[in-house]
């Protein structure tokens, strides 16, 4: 069986709706997805009801953005229940802090000299959007034609400690495996860098969890295999998924996949057999 556990539909800043994706992902021949927005589960119920006509399972997921300095840090939780009090309580503080956060972006782009706007930010991230993030902006930026690629928009503004960069008051790692644990959920470590790998493993063993993404694109056999044998040693288990945010953005969806032998213990945990 093909598997991509990692990617976003529209409620946060990927272009397809649940639904779509979900078509999107039985046409490409995958047989098990999972949707994994940042900072909401607002797609599950959709992306779930639209698998019911299709040869395609879907595993319920939330991406939950964390900080623990001076590291910024995603945490997946599968087999979650996206009505848990859990998750409806991150997902409503997430939205807010966003908003915040994208407002102070917006200022500081202003001061720059791109006068780009919080209305212009919103038009590109769709009616359906429930959190806002960088990419929305990115897309507002080359909607304004300030910027010629969506890339641009991070060499030369937003991306990671860029001159209109803001960080978030995101909650800990910890906060967030507690709240996927409470709704019934495992929690994984998304695209752990390899060079950090080792140091916070014994951290995220004290905080509860569960599984690391050790299969990705970008990821080259030998990466994976280094990162399998961490998790294993730490008794966990291994995940894997493209990342995928729809078709504008990158690669073919299907073009990465996970065989589910690879992750059988995860595929296992919500009753997914081989
Ligand atoms: P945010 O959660 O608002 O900080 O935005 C993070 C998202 O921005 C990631 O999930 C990616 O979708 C996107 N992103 C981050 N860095 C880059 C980059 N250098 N190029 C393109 N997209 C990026
Ligand atoms: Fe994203
Ligand atoms: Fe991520
Ligand atoms: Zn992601």
Redesign the pocket.
Known sequence: MKTDLHL?SHVS?GELSPAALVRAAASAGLDVIAITD?DTAAGVEEAVSAARELPVAVVPGIEI?TCTPPH?L?VLGYWIDWRAPSILAHQTAAAVR?VR?MERMVEKLVALGVPVTMEEVRTAAGPEART????HL?RALLAGGFIRS??EA??RYI??GGPAFVS?DFPTPKAAIDAIHASGGVAVWAHPPLEIVEDLMPLFVEWGLDGVECYRPNNTAEDAAKLRGVTERYGMFPSGGS?W?GPR?SFELGSFQVPSERIETLLGIGGLVL
């Open positions: 976003h800043d940042h953005s910024e995603h966003r956060r806002l993030g960088r990419p990115a969506f890339s991070f060499t991306g990671d978030q990342d945010h953005r």
